[in-house]
């Protein structure tokens, strides 16, 4: 997936229980102009912002695979969820060659001393082979 699909898949899930922009921007925090960046895909932003965003609209994000099916509700729970990467005897080296980073930052993802990006994380997010579900809570 990528950043424009995915902003495209919160963009319609928001409609689809027809919450308005004002009311996700009363209720996170955030600024329209920080909502109308995730929501139009045109820069980055950060996952941060986006889990305020799907609690805003009573969602959360589960990522799945064949076997799996693990929900996310914050940045640090998914600096938890890379370390999965020592389950199928993936280095820091070989996950961050194949999504084009360096071992420092995975390092920094899975102490949660760092802020994730959108790009990163859907890069992340499909070297792991897993999909991306954003579902009513």
């Known amino acids: 997936m990528d950043r424009i699909s995915f902003s495209n898949t919160l963009k319609c899930q928001r409609e689809s229980l027809n919450i308005s922009k004002y009311k996700v921007s009363k209720d996170t925090g955030l600024t329209s102009l920080q909502i109308n960046r995730i929501e139009d895909a045109v820069n980055s932003y950060s996952m941060g912002n986006i889990f305020k965003y799907l609690k805003a609209i009573g969602c959360n994000l589960q990522l799945v695979n064949n076997c799996n099916t693990d929900v996310l509700d914050c940045v640090e729970k998914f600096g938890s969820w890379v370390t999965k990467r020592r389950d199928s005897d993936m280095s820091m080296y070989s996950l961050a060659k194949q999504i084009g980073s360096n071992v420092v930052t995975i390092t920094k993802i899975e102490t949660a001393r760092s802020t994730v990006g959108v790009d990163l994380f859907l890069k992340i ?8 579900k954003i579902e009513s809570v």
Request: glycine share 12%; hydrophobic share 50%.
């Open 125 to 132: 997010v499909d070297a792991f082979g897993y999909k991306i």
